[in-house]
């Protein structure tokens, strides 16, 4: 494990760091945007175990519509 | 038996490409279950996340051979399958961090159990919800762009298929 984060430490901290300008741009647009503290918390509605289907639906329709495309693409 | 074949071309120190295909299935279930916070609760979502982070930062660091060859300047004449697929992932790579970061700064249950109030507002609830939202059909084209690599690979998490 240390081992492989020594031999990944440049490729580990560029992501860190690419990480830490994009937070960076979007503060800079928090401190523009006009925003109100949220208030307290609702907690937890019932547990609708129906999300992970309308995830699950969300991934797969535009990953069939771009597999479409590119077999399109491929046959021309 | 197999022979010489390894010994003719020596390893790169990389992943194996087995590794790299666990790697991507732990990281997809676990990007399903981050994204149905009303399936698993807030508790879950936001713990979950801690688990998330190095998988996904490993996702992008055992591919940095890819990163390297894509984003090597002096090399600019790419398809425009790799041009797309370049643009694309940093387009996901931000979306990914601003849900992350601003998930934290709406924190229910992970800041204030360890006693800190992360001060949450509107902007970063908005933020949260759209940047959730739209990552699910950003992630879903990045799997179909990637799927002749999926096809060639997914066999190889058995281990006598490991060999390349
Ligand atoms: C990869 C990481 C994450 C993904 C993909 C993600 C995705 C989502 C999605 C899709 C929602 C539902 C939005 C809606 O109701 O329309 C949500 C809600 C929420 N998430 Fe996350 N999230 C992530 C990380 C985090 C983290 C790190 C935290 C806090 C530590 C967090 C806290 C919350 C909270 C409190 C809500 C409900 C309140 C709200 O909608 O603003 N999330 N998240």
Redesign the pocket.
Known sequence: MNAWLGRNASPIAIVLLASAVVIGAWEVLDAFATSEP?GT?EGDAPLNPGGLIK?TLFLLVPSLITLAIRRRQRSH | MTTAAPALRPRPKKASIRTRVWLDIALFV??VL?????STG?AF???F??V??PI?ISHIVLDWAWVKRVFRKSDNKRSGEVRFNRAFDIVLFVG?VV?????????????PDFGID?G?TTF???V??????L??LLVGIHIAMHMPWIKRNLGRIRPNRSAI
Request: hydrophobic share 50%; glycine share 6%.
């Open positions: 949220l918390p995830v | 676990g990007y981050l994204s149905a916070p009303q807030i979502h936001e713990y996340t801690v998330f982070i996904f990914m849900v992350i970061y601003s998930g934290f700064l709406v924190s229910e249950s992970i800041l992360p949450a970063w609830s908005n949260h919800d759209a940047s959730g939202n990552l699910i």
